[in-house]
């Protein structure tokens, strides 16, 4: 079908506009970009640097150095990693035991679910928890108060609600029990929502920030997004913290470098998980929302 002078108008003007947006997302992220990747000597001679004449790997060399942000990087994945595969444990089984209509007190567990997503505690009722849990200063406490979500269970319920009865049935006939239908029917069926909310997961615990900053006092154990704000503020100040001044304590290199490259290396990680999961991305995050 052929244009007219309106819909040509229209098309120009959204795609200059959405372009001018995108441009305007974009550089943040490409200055950050090509800023640590600038040669410290450069960097110094001031000006907004849109293409590095000389181009240096001393901010990543000198932040992977540090035992500071090792540690960080470490307790960081050891979240992602850890968290997220405990996370879809509790999920998944929760969500399953929920889906079986045989389940005692089955819609009052559903209820309290519900209130949850609803309601939300505040600061004080969850320090309380961890503290009287003794979890006060371990990286724990970044994982157990937010092992599962409300809303994910009840999205996952939905998808195991869509599976046939039918396979559970033949499953019991062959001689599972309830835990062998979970693990060996279930979760293989159950891979495109797994990835989904495992992504979910990742994300949450690798950008954890402000739990930590409530129950982690050793900045040992701090994860690499709070190590990254007090770099990012003058670690002069009490906030910048012992592993902040370690951070940026190298008078020759710019401490705005060193910025920059823990920014970009906090970001990677997430960027190259993505597009593993893509292909079940679109599929999963949408698990439970439509019945047929």
């Not at 849109?50 to 000198?62: A, C």
């Amino acid at each position: 079908m052929k244009q007219g002078f309106a819909d040509r108008t229209f098309t120009v003007v959204n795609v200059t506009v959405l372009g001018i947006i995108a441009l305007i997302t974009f550089f943040p992220l490409y200055y950050v970009f090509v800023v640590s990747f600038t040669d410290p000597s450069e960097f110094i001679k001031g000006g907004v640097i849109l293409f590095p004449k000389k181009w240096s790997l001393v901010s990543y060399r000198y932040l992977l150095s540090t035992n500071a942000f090792l540690k960080a990087i470490g307790n960081s994945t050891f979240l992602a990693t850890v968290g997220t595969a405990f996370s879809l444990l509790v999920t998944s089984g929760l969500s399953y035991a929920l889906s079986r209509r045989r389940l005692q007190g089955r819609r009052i567990f559903l209820l309290l679910i519900l209130l949850t997503t609803l309601f939300n505690p505040g600061i004080i009722p969850p320090y309380l928890l961890v503290r009287d849990l003794h979890l006060i200063n371990s990286i724990w406490s970044l994982i157990l108060p937010v092992l599962t979500s409300g809303w994910y269970v009840l999205l996952m319920k939905g998808f195991f609600d869509s599976i046939p009865s039918s396979l559970e049935e033949a499953a019991r006939i062959d001689g599972c029990n309830d835990f062998s239908v979970w693990l060996r029917i279930i979760l293989p069926l159950s891979l495109p929502s797994l990835a989904a909310f495992g992504l979910f997961y990742a994300v949450a615990y690798w950008n954890t920030f402000f739990t930590a900053l409530l129950y982690i006092n050793d900045f040992k154990k701090h994860p690499l997004q709070v190590l990254l704000q007090n770099m990012l503020i003058d670690a002069s100040t009490a906030a910048g913290g012992s592993a902040a001044q370690e951070m940026i304590s190298e008078q020759r290199i710019p401490p705005e470098t060193l910025k920059m490259a823990a920014v970009v290396i906090a970001t990677v990680p997430i960027l190259m998980v993505y597009p593993f999961l893509q292909k079940h991305f679109a599929k999963g995050a949408m698990v439970g929302s439509v019945k047929e």
